[in-house]
C-alpha cells in the first residue's frame, strides 16, 4: 500500500470507526459521510488528476477497496457505485462531457448506476426503459429497481433503449419525474442506499446521453459491469480480512476445555480454511487489477473471474467465521455477522454466479 492510500485508508478508518454496525442496523448511511469521502475523492480514486482525481492504478484502489469493505460493506457499495458511474463517463461519454462530469464526481457529486428493472437483471437485453428523441430534447420512461447508493445520489446513470440500440442517459436527481423510493431491509449491505427509482416522461437536454448513443446493451453494460465486478471483488477481500481478524482473535482468547479454542483441530481447519480464501482472493484480484493496469485483453475474462471466486470464497469464509465465533457472532451488527448478509449479497449482484460460470464456461469454449 502506498503513502496516498495508506493515508486514504486511515482517514476512512477514522470516519467509519465503530459505527458500521450502527449504520447496518439503522439502514442508511449519514449523509455527511458519504458526503467527506466524495469531497476527499475517496468515493472514485480511478478518476485521471487531469479530471481532478486521485489517478489511482487499479491496483491501489484495489487495496483501498479492501480495506474499506473491511470496515463497512456499506461504504464499499457506494465506492463501487461511483466507480461505475465514472467509469462508465471516462467510457463513453464525449470530451465536453468527460470535462464538466468527471470533475463534479471527483470532488463531490455522488452518482448511482441504474440498470436493473423487475425484469432485467442478469438479461439487460430486456430493459424496457426507453428513452426517445423528442423535438430539441429528450423523454426517458421506465423503472429501475435495485439502485445502489441511489438514496445518496445526486445524478442517475439510466440504462435505457434508444430506437433499436441502447443508450446510458445521464439524469439530475432534481428533474421533475424522477421519484426514488428506498428499499426497506434488503439482506446485505443494508446501508448503501439501494431503491426503486421510477423515471415518467423525464424530459431532458439532447446533451444528457453519454456519448451519441445507439450502442448495443450488451456493449453499455460490460462497460460499467467490468469496473463494477472488480471492485466488489476487491471488497469481498475486504469481508475476508475482517473475518481472519475476527475469527482469529475469538478463536485465540477463548478458551474451552482447558485450552484456546484454536487449539481444537476442528476449529483450527476453519482458520486454515479461512486465511487460504482471503489469500485465494487476494491473489485473483492482484492478477485482475494487473490485467487492467496493463491494458491487458485479457480484462473482462479476469474481472470476471475475479468476481466469481472472491465472491464464492467469501460467502464460505464468512459463514466458517460465524461458525468459529459461534453465538458471540450471532449477534445483529457483528462484523461476522454483518459479514455473512453482506458475502450472499456479493454472490448476486454485479453478474450471479451462475452468469459468472457462464461466461467463464464461452472464453474455455471460445479458446478450446
Not at 97 to 125: C, H, I, K, N, W
Not at 334 to 359: F, N, W
Request: with cysteine; glycine share 10%; proline share 4%.
Amino acid at each position: 500500500m502506498n503513502d496516498a492510500v495508506a493515508v486514504a485508508a486511515s482517514a476512512v478508518t477514522a470516519l467509519v470507526g465503530h459505527r458500521a454496525a450502527e449504520w447496518d442496523r439503522a439502514g442508511r448511511l449519514p449523509t455527511e459521510v458519504v458526503r467527506k469521502l466524495g469531497a476527499a475523492g475517496q468515493l472514485a480514486p480511478q478518476i485521471p488528476t487531469r479530471y481532478g482525481g486521485p489517478g489511482w492504478s487499479s491496483a491501489d484502489t484495489g487495496e483501498f477497496t479492501a480495506h474499506v469493505g473491511s470496515l463497512c460493506s456499506s461504504v464499499r457499495s457506494v465506492m463501487t457505485s461511483q466507480g461505475m458511474a465514472a467509469w462508465a463517463v471516462e467510457r463513453l461519454a464525449g470530451p465536453a462531457q468527460a470535462a464538466e462530469l468527471l470533475p463534479r464526481l471527483a470532488t463531490g457529486d455522488t452518482a448511482a448506476v441504474a440498470f436493473s428493472e423487475p425484469q432485467a437483471g442478469s438479461d439487460l437485453s430486456a430493459v424496457t426503459t426507453t428513452v426517445a428523441v423528442d423535438g430539441d430534447s429528450l423523454l426517458l420512461t421506465g423503472r429501475k429497481v435495485w439502485v445502489t447508493a441511489a438514496d445518496h445520489a445526486d445524478l442517475f446513470l439510466v440504462l435505457a433503449r434508444l430506437g433499436e440500440g441502447g443508450a446510458v442517459v445521464v439524469v439530475p436527481r432534481g428533474a421533475p419525474g424522477v421519484r426514488v423510493r428506498r428499499m426497506a431491509d434488503p439482506l446485505g449491505c443494508r446501508a448503501a442506499g439501494h431503491a426503486e427509482v421510477r423515471f415518467d416522461a423525464v424530459r431532458l437536454p439532447a446533451g444528457s446521453l453519454l456519448g451519441d448513443g445507439g450502442q448495443s446493451l450488451s456493449l453499455l453494460a460490460t462497460t460499467a459491469l467490468t469496473y463494477g465486478r472488480i471492485s466488489v471483488a476487491w471488497g469481498c477481500v475486504g469481508i475476508l480480512r475482517a473475518c481472519v481478524a475476527a475469527a482469529g482473535e475469538h478463536a485465540g482468547l477463548r478458551h474451552q476445555f482447558g485450552r484456546p479454542l484454536g487449539r481444537h483441530q476442528l476449529v483450527a481447519r476453519h482458520l486454515a480454511e479461512l486465511w487460504a480464501a482471503e489469500q485465494v482472493a487476494t491473489r485473483v484480484c492482484e492478477h485482475a487489477s494487473r490485467c487492467w493496469d496493463d491494458g491487458s485483453t485479457d480484462l473482462v475474462t479476469a474481472t470476471v473471474l475475479a468476481k466469481y471466486v472472491s465472491a464464492g470464497q467469501a460467502v464460505r469464509g464468512a459463514a466458517a467465521a460465524v461458525q468459529v465465533l459461534a453465538s458471540a457472532g450471532a449477534q445483529d451488527g457483528h462484523p461476522v455477522a454483518r459479514a455473512y448478509r453482506d458475502a450472499k449479497l456479493m454472490e448476486i449482484i454485479e453478474g450471479s454466479t451462475e452468469m459468472c460460470q457462464l461466461l467463464l464456461a464461452d472464453h474455455v469454449l471460445s479458446r478450446w
